[in-house]
């Protein structure tokens, strides 16, 4: 099994920038890659990025590339996710999980039901 615990979110104003953390422990071995997914009120969760342990290839949602990085820490067994130019409709709780892959037959999507707590993102004036 694996536990992944995020931290870092808040409320932050437009324009303006948050790091999100995602520690990662147990049988990461097992997985090939993170994500970051998000969820706003009334809407689906969708992914965000996703990167892989082994390599650091990424992906990007067309809604936050060139505002979002994501990257990794294996030392620290920690995903971040760097988020400038915060706009209010990027306003969600933001999980993390483990995912296939950042390609096309390995997608950022979730598998083996490996989420966490989720933490909340506010982007508001």
């Known amino acids: 099994q694996v536990q992944l615990v995020e931290s870092g979110g808040g409320l932050a104003q437009p324009g303006g920038s948050l790091r999100l953390s995602c520690v990662v422990s147990?049988?990461?071995?097992?997985?090939?890659?993170i994500g970051w997914f998000r969820q706003a009120p009334g809407k689906e969760r969708e992914p965000i990025s996703c990167i892989n342990y082994s390599d650091g290839e990424t992906s990007y949602d067309g809604s936050v590339k060139g505002r979002f990085t994501i990257s990794r820490d294996n030392s620290k067994s920690t995903v971040y996710l760097q988020m400038n130019g915060l706009k209010p409709e990027d306003t969600a709780v933001y999980y993390c999980?483990?995912?296939?892959?950042?390609?096309?037959?390995?997608?950022?999507?979730?598998?083996?039901?490996?989420w966490g707590q989720g933490t909340q993102v506010t982007v508001s004036s």
């Open positions: 147990g049988f990461i071995e097992d997985y090939y890659a």
């Open positions: 999980a483990t995912t296939y892959g950042t390609t096309y037959y390995s997608p950022c999507a979730p598998v083996g039901d490996n």
